[in-house]
């Protein structure tokens, strides 16, 4: 069974600063990646996702992240955060067979906070 | 935009009433999973449905919990019996195929007094 390591709870970063999340995961074959956003009371946004290919995915608001086989991680970048990414983030692995025939298995998350 | 839709967005039970949850897919989506979220914690998948099929349910719990996808109309998500433990937001996604990325709803926060 697939698992999903998020070891950071929460993550506090100034404006402007440099930001990284770190994912690892566990599955037996390479699996499908996902980084989702939730913001308080709201659904999850799609952030960016691995399939195949280039292992450096670009998403959206600027995010990216690099899938690293060797050492299991899918951990997510942003180079300068904004107030507004203040929000809580969710790895996820899907079975490679296809994406939802086992439903996504998700992190407990990482809660980001921006200072001014 | 036609998103995801969940509703109703609250819902407050009674211990022991039934409480039933309801999803829209995106427009041309036919599959259809839900989640559960507890405080503090990520999501846990429930089941996978396909229209009129239930595709994968190893999340569900074994009791009182039940799910379905029709023909027509949302996926309904049914919690009869309803208990303290039950209170959660629980989120419906979907997809166009079972390997497209899964897009989320907002949830239905179930209150259970």
């Known amino acids: 069974a697939q698992s999903v390591t998020q070891p950071d709870i929460h993550i506090t970063v100034s404006e402007g600063a440099s930001l990284e999340l770190r994912c690892n995961y566990s599955?037996?074959?390479?699996?499908?990646l996902f980084w989702y956003v939730q913001s308080p009371g709201q659904g999850l946004q799609l952030l960016l996702k691995y399939f195949s290919g280039d292992t450096l995915v670009q998403g959206i608001k600027g995010f990216e992240a690099e899938f690293k086989r060797s050492q299991s991680s899918f951990n997510l970048r942003k180079p300068s955060v904004h107030w507004s990414d203040a929000a809580e983030y969710f790895c996820?692995?899907?079975?490679?067979?296809?994406?939802?025939?086992?439903?996504?298995?998700f992190g407990k998350g990482t809660h980001l906070i921006i200072q001014p | 935009n036609a998103g995801v839709m969940q509703n109703p967005r609250h819902l407050v039970r009674r211990r022991g009433q039934e409480a039933r949850l309801r999803c829209s897919p995106m427009?041309?989506?036919?599959?259809v999973y839900w989640y559960r979220q507890l405080p503090e914690e990520g999501l846990k998948f429930m089941v996978y449905l396909q229209k009129e099929n239930i595709i994968d349910e190893s999340g569900m719990p074994k009791e009182r919990f039940s799910a379905e996808f029709p023909k027509e109309g949302p996926s309904i998500l049914r919690i009869q019996q309803v208990v303290r433990g039950d209170s959660a937001a629980y989120f419906c996604?979907?997809?166009?195929?079972?390997?497209?990325?899964?897009?989320f709803g907002d949830g239905t926060r179930l209150s259970i007094l």
């Open positions: 996820a692995v899907g079975a490679k067979s296809g994406g939802g025939a086992d439903g996504l298995t």
């Open positions: 599955y037996g074959a390479t699996p499908y």
């Open positions: 996604a979907s997809s166009a195929h079972s390997n497209q990325p899964q897009h």
């Open positions: 427009k041309g989506h036919s599959h």
